[in-house]
C-alpha cells in the first residue's frame, strides 16, 4: 500500500483541487508513467465522475442543440479565451448557491472535532512542502535565450 | 463492469474518429442531459453554461477519437468539470493571473488525465448509480459534504479551501481523502453493486 501522501494526492488530483504547481508537477509525473497506485486514483476519478448522476436531468433545447452540432462541425480550430469571456465580467458571476448560506463557523467547528483517529485508513503526516518536494519540478524553457545570447558572443570573437 | 469493446460510447467513439455526425450526435444525446446541468451548477449563468457545452463538445469532436479513451464516461464528466471550472476561475480572476487559452493548455489543463487502470462503464451504467450515489453523500458528515462541493462545484484549490473555511491545507487534503474513500466504499460495496 502507498503511503498517506500519496492518497492524498491522487485524492486531491481526482477532486480537482490541487494547486497549479502540484497540478503540474503531479500530472507531469503522471505522465512519465512514474510509479502511483494507478487502480485506486482509477477508483476515486470513476467515485468523482459519479457525482452528477444526481442532478436533474436537463437536455438542452432543440435550438441550442443545432446551434451547438452546427458550430461543432464546421468548427476545428480551439476558441481563445478571449471569445469565451462576455463584455460585462459581472454578467456571469455566479450567484451565491445554497451550500454557501451554511453557517461557515459550523463547519469549521465540526472539522476541527472530528477525530482524526477515526479516519478509514492509517498513515503518517505530511507537509504540503514536503509533498511538493517528493514530485520532479517542471524544467523551465530557458534554453531559447541562451542559444541567441551565445551567438553574440561568438560574432565579437578576433578573427 | 462491462468489456470495453461492448460499451456503446465506445463504439460511438470509434464512429466519430471516422467523422460519423451521426454518431456525434448520439453522444450528445446521450450525455447533454447530464453534463448540461453539471455544466449550469458550476457557472450558474445560462448563455455561459450553452458556450461551455459547445466548447465540450468541440473538444469531444477534435481531440477524442485521437484520444484511447478507456471509460468514455469518466472522461466526458471531467471534461465538463473542468471546462466549466476553468471558465469559472477566470470570471473570478483579474486579468493578469489568467493564462492564455491555447491547445497546449487546454490539452494540459482542461483534457482530463484519468489513470490507465480505471474501470469502465458507459452512462447507462452511471444512471444506475445515482440513489446509491445519493445515499452515499448524505452518509457523509456536513463538513465532508462541503468540501467535496467546494472542490468539485466551485472549483476551489486546497488553499481557497483552506482560507474560505480557515482550517490548515493538511486538514482540507485529509477531509478530500476521507470523504472520497467514504464515498467510494459505499458506491462500490459488493451489496450495492448486486443491489
Sequence with gaps: ?159 | MQETAEIKENILFQKIAAGDRDAFKEIFELYSPVIFPLIKKIVIEEKTAEYILSEVFRIIWVKAPVLKIKNVYAWIVTLARNRAVDSLRRSNSDSETIDFYDEEYEDFFILPALSALIMTFGIEYALTKADLVKKSLEELTEAQKYVIHLAFYEGLTLIEISKKLHIPVETVRTKILIALQILKEKINAPEAANG
Design chain 1, 1 to 159: 500500500m502507498a503511503d498517506r501522501e500519496i492518497h492524498e494526492m491522487i485524492s486531491s488530483f481526482a477532486a480537482g483541487c490541487m494547486d497549479r504547481e502540484n497540478f503540474i508537477n503531479f500530472k507531469s509525473y503522471m505522465l512519465k508513467g512514474n510509479d502511483l497506485p494507478y487502480r485506486e486514483l482509477g477508483e476515486l476519478q470513476n467515485t468523482i465522475a459519479l457525482l452528477p448522476v444526481i442532478l436533474e436531468k436537463e437536455l438542452p433545447s432543440e435550438e441550442i442543440k443545432n446551434k451547438i452540432l452546427s458550430k461543432t462541425f464546421v468548427q476545428e480550430s480551439p476558441l481563445s479565451a478571449e471569445d469565451e469571456l462576455p463584455e460585462n465580467k459581472d454578467e456571469i458571476l455566479p450567484e451565491p448557491s445554497k451550500e454557501e448560506k451554511i453557517d461557515l463557523n459550523k463547519i469549521t467547528d465540526e472539522i476541527k472535532d472530528e477525530e482524526i483517529a477515526a479516519m478509514p485508513l492509517s498513515f503518517t503526516k505530511i507537509s504540503g512542502k514536503e509533498m511538493e518536494e517528493k514530485l520532479p519540478q517542471v524544467p523551465e524553457k530557458n534554453l531559447q535565450f541562451f542559444i541567441p545570447i551565445s551567438f553574440c558572443f561568438f560574432l565579437f570573437l578576433p578573427v
